[in-house]
Each structure stands twice: as C-alpha cells, then as structure tokens.
C-alpha cells in the first residue's frame, strides 16, 4: 500500500511538472464579467512570477546603497541648487562596498544613480550636475562604473536608482523631461553591461506638482535595453511593501489586482506575457490587498512581489550625528524575520561615509548579522526526518522530498491537508520555514503547526500565508514530531521546502 502511495504521489508531481512545462503559466489572469468567485480563486491559484520576477524573489536579501550629494551636505533631501564641487570623496573604494555585500550574503545591490537632487554619479552628457564637473578624479571619475565592476568582481547582481523626481532639471515638470530621463536611463541601460534592477522612486516633493512621467515609454525602453531586468517600486514587477521601517505584512500576497479596462483585456491578449502598457504606478498600501474579498471586485490579477526597503541607519544618506543610531544586531535579525520571512525581498541600505567608504561600525554589525543567520539555517533538523502525508507514511524522507525542483502537491480533492516529519531523534528548535512553490502559484491562506507532546499535538504556532517564504519563531521545544495543516488553501497547496532551526534565544524576544 505505502509503495502504491509513494508511486501514486511521484506520478502526481511528474504530471504537475509536465503540465507546468508545456502548458506556461502567465503573472496575469484577466476577470470576466461572468467569471463566478470561484473562477477568481481558480485563476489566482494559477497566476506565477514572470521569469525575471522569480529569479528576484529568490535573491532574498540585497543592498541599497544611498550615495551623492547628500553624503557630502549631510541633508536626506538635496535642494539641487548645490555646487558640483562639494561632492568630494577622500578615499572611495567600491571594492569594499561589494566585498562588505558580498560577505554579509546579500545576492544584488542597487546605487542610487541619481537621486531628487538631481546630481548624476555618471558622467551624464544632458546635464552639467554630475561628477564631471566635481573635483573627484579631476572630473574624470563614475562613480556608475567602478560600482557595476566592483559587483561583478564579487557576482553579485547589479540594480540602478534612478529617481523620476528631480530638483535640479530646468524642464522637469514639462514634456522635454521625459527625453531627458529617457536618455539618462538609455546612458546607464547601455554602457554599464547587465543590470538586473531598475528603482523608480515613487515619492516627488509637493514643489513637484502634477508633473506627468511617461511611465510607458521608460518600460518599454528598458524592455528593450535590459529584457532581464526587473522595474522595481514605480514598475510592473516588483511592489514597495509600503513601509521603510523593514516590517512587512503577516499576510502577504503576490497575486493582486490590476484595474484593467475592457481595451487593456485586448491588449493582453494581443501582447501575451507583458502587462506593462496597462499598469499604472501606485502604491498598494494597507493590511489586506490580495484576499479573495479583494480579488472579487477586480478586472484582472497580476504577479507583483513585495520588496521591503529600511536603512541600517535612521536615514538613507551617510550622517557622522547618526554614527550612534547604527542598527543593532537583534534590530537586523528582527527585520530579516520579518521581510525575508514574510514573503518579501529585504532591500537593506548601507550607506558609504564622505571617505566614499562603509564605516567599520556598519560593516562589523553587518557581518555579525549575517554570521549568525548563517549558523541558524545551516542546521536544518527536518532534513533526515520522514514524511507522512495526510497520515500515510512515505518511503521519502524531506531531503529527497524538496530540493532541486521538486516540491510537495496536495491532493487536489483534499479539504484540508497535512504533512508530518518524524525527525531521527528529539531535537530542540525554535523556528520554522516554509516554502510554496510560487512557479505553481501561491495559495496557501491559512495553516498551523503542531509538535508532538506527551500523547497528543498541541499547537506550536500558525500563520496565514507564505509564499516564497515564511519563518515563524516560537519559544524553544523539544520534540520528534511535527506537522503542518493546512486549514485553508487556494486551490491545492504546494510545499517546495520545509524547516526546523534554532535561533538563538537572545533574539527570539525581541519583537517590536
Ligand atoms: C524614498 C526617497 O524619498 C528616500 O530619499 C529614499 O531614497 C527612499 C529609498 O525612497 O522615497
């Protein structure tokens, strides 16, 4: 019976599989008028990540660095007005930036390449503020260029701020400025090789007014320069969580919905995978934005990540009075938990000083920060552990379960599914991590964890989505058995990897 099981469920995931690959699922769903709620749901279920969309999800954790202008005046909101001479780095050395990411495990880091005040890192030809006309290199420095080799050396992706806002340009606010931008961002999209990340702040000063960006043609211009690159904030592809203090939401959805009109529908169909000429930049702000309830009213659906931005210190510029407010470790780890394990990309800023050099209090907090993420999910104590789905024991343990593509399927016709690991021996833990497998659709809505005690399961903790990831700390304990349900699912759940970790307990206590 369990080999007819075990063979049963291996036919199921290579049918999952085969089905995936020949039939391709798409990161839109178009509603119809007729379209019954279950519809939705079914279509949502079936929504995945654009192949560039994916391959940024699983980079987890990536650098910002905040550098310019603002290094130098010590301000957060540059006027524009500023001399090009101020900018004056003593010994700036991207090498160390790169190797500091590198080692703090971080896979892409983004350079504010040009921020509100307007000032180009780059020897920009359409305009007269950039390094150029500073004294750094005689005016023959890029700041742009020893960034991108700087990353490469070290293999890490790279991603470019460019701020649609800018307080310097004479014709900002008319339509010149979207050539000028067009060809700012044509200048880094061409001569800086592969960039993988295009930011496009969303916030502009109240001076600002209505000025219009022709967010359309930058798409496409980027589509066209960098198809790999994902549009990041004010973009298609990636969503600011809606907050910069490094917490994101415990329900976390990536399928949301998109105001599409009946015209928009045509052009889907006519365009097949790309949803960039009908969506509008805005923020999706609030606690529930992707439920069923939300999803009901919508036009149509889109894949669209969250990405959760903080500085590690109170400002995203370099201040020598901030040099006390560093963020502490346990902050750190309590915001990794909190946005890698909440299903979104921590985007963590790390801003170089007026040397154009990370301060050593910054990196070694960095560092340590990641040395003890690193020891915590090194040891993942359900790796040997055996399965049992829906009570039947498998002949798989979870190592040859997850792992190199392959993944969990819950039998279509289940109401509730559950998937116990029977661990080699009692281990202590106080974490837990679980994986959906987003290239199916994200669909889990609601779960709990039990741990085997005494003669019965008691509740370890429970949580609503996951998505790409979810990590859930709970006070330490010391068991053999756990299993997850799943009470509530769009359509069937997947798992793709499941674990057990110990975190130690100085950091379980701090919660915000
Ligand atoms: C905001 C900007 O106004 C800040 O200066 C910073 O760049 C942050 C990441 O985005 O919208």
Redesign the pocket.
């Known amino acids: 019976m369990k080999t007819v099981f075990f063979q049963l469920m291996v036919f199921s995931l290579v049918c999952a599989m085969h089905a995936s690959a020949s039939d391709p699922k798409k990161n839109y769903a178009v509603i119809k008028p007729t379209d019954s709620k279950a519809d939705i749901v079914r279509k949502a279920a079936n929504v995945v990540p654009s192949p560039r969309q994916y391959a940024w999800q699983k980079m987890e954790f990536t650098a ?1 660095v ?1 550098f310019g202008m603002d290094t130098f005046t010590e301000s ?2 540059g006027t524009g007005k500023e001399s090009p001479k101020l900018f004056l780095p003593t010994d700036f050395d991207c090498d160390q930036w790169a190797r500091t990411f590198k080692e703090a495990g971080m896979k892409l880091a983004i350079l ?1 390449a040009k ?2 005040d307007g000032f180009c890192l780059w020897p920009s030809k359409y305009t007269k503020h950039s390094v150029e006309y500073s004294r750094w290199k005689n005016g023959k420095g890029d700041v742009v260029r020893e960034f991108v080799e700087a990353c490469r050396k070290y293999g890490l992706k790279i991603g470019l ?1 460019l701020s649609p806002w800018d307080r310097n340009s004479s014709s900002y606010g008319t339509s010149a400025y979207n050539r000028y931008f067009m060809n700012q961002l044509t200048e880094l999209l061409t001569n800086y090789g592969a960039i993988d990340e295009v930011w496009f ?3 502009k000063g109240p001076e600002a007014g209505n000025a219009d960006y022709d967010w359309h043609s930058y798409y496409r211009l980027i589509r066209e320069l960098q198809p790999d690159a994902v549009i990041a904030i004010s973009g298609p592809d990636v969503r600011w969580v809606g907050t ?1 203090s490094g917490y994101g939401r415990d329900t976390e959805w990536n399928v949301l919905p998109i105001d599409l009109t009946t015209l928009d529908e045509q052009e889907l169909k006519r365009e097949k995978d790309l949803i960039d000429d009908v969506f509008v930049p805005r923020n999706y702000m609030g606690e529930d934005i992707g439920s069923k309830e939300k999803l009901n009213d919508a036009k149509g659906l889109f894949w669209y990540p969250a990405e959760t ?1 903080v500085s590690i210190r109170p400002g ?1 510029f370099y201040a020598a009075s901030q040099d006390t407010a560093v963020k502490s470790v346990s902050e750190l780890i309590d915001i990794y938990f909190s946005s890698v394990g909440k299903n979104s990309v921590l985007l963590l ?1 790390v801003p170089p000083d007026k040397r154009g050099l990370i301060t050593d209090y910054d990196r070694d907090t960095l560092l340590t920060f990641h040395k003890i993420i690193d020891s915590i999910f090194n040891r993942n104590f359900a790796r040997d552990a055996k399965v049992k789905i829906d009570n039947r024991l498998n002949e798989v343990t979870a190592s040859s379960l997850f792992g190199s593509g392959k993944y969990w399927l819950a039998d279509e016709h289940a109401d509730t599914s559950s998937i116990e690991f029977l661990l080699p021996g009692e281990e202590s833990f106080d974490v837990a991590m679980l994986q959906e497998n987003i290239q199916i659709g994200q669909r889990i809505e609601q779960f709990h964890i039990d741990y085997w005690v005494g003669h019965s399961w008691q509740v370890l903790t429970k949580g609503t989505t996951v998505g790409y990831k979810r990590l859930l700390r709970f006070a330490p304990i010391r068991t053999n058995r756990i299993r997850i349900v799943i009470e509530k699912s769009r359509l069937n759940p997947t798992l793709s990897d499941f674990g057990l970790f110990n975190l130690p307990e100085e950091y379980l206590g701090f919660h915000k």
Do not use: A, I, M, S
């Open positions: 910002f905040h957060q909101l504010t921020h509100h701020y702040d969303g916030y910069e931005d995203w800023n």
